[in-house]
């Protein structure tokens, strides 16, 4: 499964995403933001690439679908409302995003 995570500059959140979910068999992780100073700019290859995106905010999942809207028409985009209040690898972070996507998509042991 190819998992794509996104928030505003990719450098906390999405990243920390892709940092522990890269670890489980099964998972192609990548991670982007979607503001013009993120460390990794989404694209519609990122978008054609993913069998499902992860956004962390409500803000990501408009922006992603204003600007890439015919290429996420068979996609998965959830929000997992998480804020951006949290430095990258942050314990409650880690433990929040764990708790979020196994919502969605079964987390191997």
Sequence with gaps: MKIL??????KWRSL????????????EVR????EEQARIKITSGHV???DIIFAMEK?????IKEKFHDAIA???LICLDIP???PFMNEELIE??????????????
């Design 84 to 86: 951006d209040e949290y």
């Design 96 to 109: 929040t995003l764990k708790s979020r996507v196994s919502e969605y998509i079964e987390i191997p042991d």
């Design 16 to 27: 920390t995403a892709e940092k522990i979910f890269a670890h489980y068999n099964g998972f």
């Design 31 to 34: 991670s982007v933001g979607t």
């Design 5 to 10: 995570f996104v928030c505003s500059r990719n």
């Design 48 to 50: 054609g690439w993913a």
């Design 74 to 76: 068979d996609k998965k």
């Design 59 to 63: 803000k990501h999942v408009k922006r």
